[in-house]
């Protein structure tokens, strides 16, 4: 028998990295061919249909190609480092092959398409798309792209391929909390669960009065915490306090860890309420909103039923990082604004659809404060251990847990400022530069009107970059492209 070399095994082990990655792709081929069935309902140019079959068809010719490098006999674990490289090469793919329609079609460039791409996939909402023009086939390719980014596109081929072997692809997606024990059967429930809320959303969007066209897309946009909308105006379009309260409670499902959800779906309420970071969010609701609503919106406008609705939603949709808006912020006064840029650093939740340096790391963050000042008072002889309480149990906080929690926190906030100075070095003001970035660094799709058609490419780079750090939390990146540094160059020298 032939003894493989470290080479060989390397070289192996990459093979398998393609085919999981040529899985991904060509389901993003079937993903594309989803927005033809809107020609049953408008019309459209052949060009708009052509751009989604020609790149569809060579999605999915590429996907079998690189599926070819996985052998079915073969059952290898994939490891977390490996996990990362794979959604690493599956989000680079995705985000340039799902460009395509918009640069065939003629509706943008190649920086605006990719821009509106990584937007979409990363459940941003920020967009260089004049919706009130655009066909709805790219209206609807928009939310899709929401659907699958919110939802996890490494979830979704779990689901569908991976047994209990796929813990470092989970883990790579930027997820931790297993709902039940087998990686596969936790994949298939976080998509129930997502796809259920969608559905509810649709039924009660379309109670409320809104198209079925709409309902579905703004339903989509609001679980995903993606925040595109079929309207200029987004949710301000319809002044309706019915469709901004069923936004509200979607907003909130979408950043609400998955884990927890499945908590609340067998019944046991009281441990739902007892989870760490979803008391983190209702004490943050409770407390920004009241002071939202007596400095900002209270002094806009002259009804208070409409401060409160404003201040409600806007804060509700900064901390969920979903992005939609019932207004302009225009005349916002800076205390608002520095509260929503607040807001949208938090986050949502882990394991959820929603971006941030998130509620969990915050919530131990000052919790470690506390924890470290009454070690002061109490008497040293005294061991204490601390916890938390997460949806997968009562989890004791070592040191090592809270450094890696301050190095997420650290690298986000080293990046906020690296960005916001580009930007400023643009000419735009700190004020919106902060906001803006904000915004893209924690996925959430606020504007202050930085982001345009109009913006210097530079600008779109630049929030491009910032999206994609955010939705994969900057670690899996960083480990990746170092690992595949690492193993070119032990390739190069056995070579």
């Not at 490289?85 to 985000?95: C, D, E």
């Not at 909402?125 to 929401?146: A, T, Y």
């Not at 669960?193 to 009660?204: C, T, V």
């Amino acid at each position: 028998m032939m003894t493989l070399t470290g080479v060989d095994i390397l070289i192996k082990r990459y093979k398998v990295i393609l085919g999981y990655t040529g899985t991904i792709i060509m389901g993003i081929g079937f993903a594309l061919l989803t927005p033809l069935i809107t020609i049953f309902f408008f019309q459209y140019s052949f060009r708009e249909v052509f751009s989604f079959l020609i790149t569809a068809t060579i999605t999915i010719l590429i996907g079998l190609k690189l599926r070819r490098f996985t052998s079915k006999q073969e059952n290898i674990t994939i490891s977390i480092q490996e996990g990362g490289i794979i959604v690493l090469f599956s989000w680079i793919g995705t985000i340039f092959i799902s460009a395509l329609p918009f640069l065939i079609a003629g509706e943008l460039n190649f920086i605006q398409s990719v821009f509106e791409v990584v937007s979409g996939y990363t459940t941003t909402g920020l967009s260089v798309v004049n919706v009130s023009v655009i066909s709805p086939m790219f209206l609807l390719w928009r939310s899709i792209m929401q659907l699958l980014g919110g939802v996890g596109l490494i979830v979704i081929m779990l689901s569908a391929i991976i047994g209990p072997h796929g813990v470092g692809l989970y883990n790579a997606e930027a997820r931790s909390d297993k709902i039940v024990p087998n990686i596969k059967k936790t994949a298939v429930m976080i998509i129930i669960i997502y796809l259920s809320y969608i559905f509810a959303g649709i039924l009660l969007y379309i109670i409320a009065g809104m198209g079925i066209f709409d309902a579905i897309n703004h339903s989509i946009a609001a679980v995903s915490t993606g925040g595109f909308s079929t309207k200029a105006e987004s949710i301000g379009y319809y002044n309706s306090p019915a469709i901004e309260l069923i936004t509200i409670i979607l907003m909130i499902a979408g950043t609400i860890n998955f884990a927890a959800h499945a908590i609340l779906w067998k019944g046991k309420i009281k441990e739902f309420f007892s989870i760490g970071e979803f008391k983190m969010m209702i004490f943050m609701l409770s407390f920004f909103i009241p002071l939202i609503l007596y400095f900002t919106t209270f002094n806009m406008f002259s009804d208070l039923s409409k401060s409160v609705r404003v201040a409600f939603f806007e804060i509700v949709s900064g901390i969920s990082t979903t992005g939609f808006s019932t207004v302009s912020y225009n005349n916002w006064n800076d205390f608002g604004i520095f509260i929503l840029i607040l807001m949208m650093i938090v986050g949502g939740g882990t394991g959820s659809t929603a971006g941030g340096i998130k509620q969990y790391r915050v919530y131990v963050l000052l919790k470690s404060l506390w924890w470290n000042i009454k070690s002061y008072i109490l008497p040293r002889n005294i061991v204490k251990e601390y916890s938390v309480k997460r949806p997968d149990g009562r989890f004791y906080v070592s040191d090592k847990h809270i450094i890696e929690i301050c190095s997420v926190t650290t690298v986000y906030i080293i990046s906020f400022l690296i960005f916001v100075i580009i930007l400023m070095a643009h000419g735009y003001g700190l004020k919106e530069s902060m906001f803006e970035i904000a915004s893209c660094l924690s996925t959430v799709g606020l504007s202050m009107g930085i982001t345009s058609p109009e913006a210097p490419n530079m600008v779109l780079v630049t929030e491009i970059i910032a999206m994609f750090l955010g939705r994969l939390e900057f670690i899996v990146i960083f480990y990746s492209i170092l690992k595949i540094i690492k193993d070119f160059k032990f390739i190069n020298e056995k070579n």
